[in-house]
T-cell receptor, first 115, second 112 residues
């Protein structure tokens, strides 16, 4: 199936731990994104990569570090997890980047719970 | 700052009725998109309307865009229980920014 996939789907961890979320898309898209959706369903962009290059870096704590080994993968590493990091994290991809916000294709989300 | 604001926050209707959701935004856009999110799932793109378009249809969906009022509406006709979901508008800002800014969503419940 062509899709955006994320692992893990659920992640429960203790405060202070470091964790990673992985994302892969096999749609051949050039651009990938990380979003955070809080408990009130508000969805906010965190990062965007275009062909492995960081292009959007919103005001996100330095504890969050994205990594794109190739244009089909965008991982999110989070250091020293805090209670406020609990949320659902979505990966997304879009076909192109040319100053136009294109349709985005979302993964199923990773529900992170920090205890 | 947040771009889109959906209205109402929640909407409950009976199957077969039409559902209308509205979205207002603040700055100039190059397009506006609507997405659906079923409970516990990722967002699914429904429709994109460009800033030079006024109306667009896709199946039972009808989207309008009024750039002078900076607002859009999503109409779902002949609703079904399977339409139960949260609906989000997202705007792409004019001027080269590639990011989408999402509203808080309208939670639609269609009762069988």
């Amino acid at each position: 199936d062509t899709a955006v996939s994320q692992t893990p789907k659920y992640l429960v961890t203790q405060m202070g731990n470091d964790k990673s979320i992985k994302c892969e898309q096999n749609l051949g898209h050039d651009t990938m994104y990380w979003y955070k959706q809080d408990s009130k369903k508000f969805l906010k962009i965190m990062f965007s990569y275009n062909n492995k290059e960081l292009i959007i870096n919103e005001t996100v704590p330095n504890r969050f570090s994205p990594k794109s080994p190739d244009k089909a993968h965008l991982n999110l590493h989070i250091n020293s997890l805090e209670l406020g990091d609990s949320a659902v994290y979505f990966c997304a991809s879009s076909p192109r980047l040319a100053g136009v916000t294109d349709t985005q294709y979302f993964g199923p989300g990773t529900r992170l719970t920090v205890l | 700052s947040q771009q889109g604001e959906e209205d109402p926050q929640a909407l409950s209707i009976q199957e077969g009725e039409n559902a209308t959701m509205n979205c207002s935004y603040k700055t100039s856009i190059n397009n506006l998109q609507w997405y659906r999110q079923n409970s516990g799932r990722g967002l699914v793109h429904l429709i994109l309307i460009r800033s030079n378009e006024r109306e667009k249809h896709s199946g039972r969906l009808r989207v309008t865009l009024d750039t002078s009022k900076k607002s859009s509406s999503l109409l779902i006709t002949a609703s079904r229980a399977a339409d139960t979901a949260s609906y989000f508008c997202a705007t792409g800002a004019r001027g080269g920014s590639e990011k989408l800014v999402f509203g808080k969503g309208t939670k639609l419940t269609v009762n069988p």
